[in-house]
């Protein structure tokens, strides 16, 4: 599976998964190699040994029938080391095919396991965002429980479009609103990656409870953008501003682009 960019928690499952495919891959490398290193080529037999056994034996036969008995024991003799030749060969050459299979069936568990490890971070994947959905469906079953939570959203937004260029020249106004979900609050950042722990919307302050895992703070994430979308389309002219949301697990960018009412078009010099 290639890197998840745009998830931090997602790709920590990615990496821990394919971590765990790596162990599995040296320790399946391991046990083959193994196997492999022991099995040990058969070594050739001297023929030259045989040529000496040859003769010995021809002499004897010769001796107990004929000169033909010597040719033949001579010849019979180094025929069986060429034939005992023959079969260490074809038993090497089984040998070398059968290191080739255990290398191949390496190949095949390792793959496996790297395609284990892609499913299980896919099951996590689809639990972690159904974990998300349902937390974010309950806060927007119950929206009005998060209604300070949404007019400080809009108040700092407000400030960040207040803050943007507004320049005669600037067709257009530009924003970003920057917030992270945690567990003990939401935190804001500016574009200049400014931030300022007054800005925060501290739950224990607030009198809200802690979240509790990193779907609940996502989920929330979620809802706020939605609901913050909302509120914004109410306070301006939906048809003079777009609103888009990126995000990185809990971090959220809503990015404002509205009419610069300021606007005045070039003049011609002459």
């Known amino acids: 599976m290639e890197p998840i960019q745009n998830s931090t928690i997602k790709e920590q499952m990615r990496v821990r998964n394919e971590s765990e495919a790596r ?22 037999y001297e023929i030259s040994s045989f040529v000496v056994i040859g003769i010995i034996v021809g002499i004897v036969f010769w001796i107990a029938s004929s000169f033909f008995g010597f040719l033949l024991g001579f010849f019979g003799t180094i025929g069986a080391g060429h034939l005992l030749n023959n ?21 095949r568990e390792i793959a496996e396991e790297y395609r284990k490890a892609d499913r299980k971070t896919q099951q996590e994947i689809a639990a972690y965002d ?8 309950k806060i927007l079953n119950n929206a009005e429980n998060i209604s300070d939570m949404v007019e400080h959203q809009l108040k700092m937004f407000d400030r960040s479009i207040s803050h943007a260029d507004h320049g005669s020249h600037m067709r257009f106004v530009e924003a970003n609103l920057i917030y992270t979900v945690q567990t003990y609050g939401i935190t804001y950042s500016f574009d200049s990656r400014y931030t300022n722990s007054l800005d925060d919307f501290d739950f224990k302050k607030k009198r809200y409870r802690d979240l509790n895992t990193p779907e609940e703070c996502e989920g929330l994430a979620k809802a706020l953008a939605k609901m913050t979308i909302m509120g914004m389309k109410k306070k301006y002219p939906a048809n003079s501003m777009n609103i888009t949301v990126s995000h990185n697990d809990a971090n959220v960018t809503l990015h404002y682009r509205g009419a610069n009412k300021d606007f005045i078009p070039a003049r011609d010099i002459v």
């Open 23 to 44: 162990t599995r891959e040296s320790e399946i490398s391991a046990k083959y190699t193994e196997k492999i290193r022991s099995m040990v080529p058969l070594k050739k």
């Open 87 to 107: 079969n260490v060969n074809t038993a090497n050459q089984n040998q070398e095919k059968q290191k080739q299979e255990l290398m191949e069936q390496a190949k």
């Open 130 to 137: 159904a974990g998300v959905k349902n937390y974010c469906n």
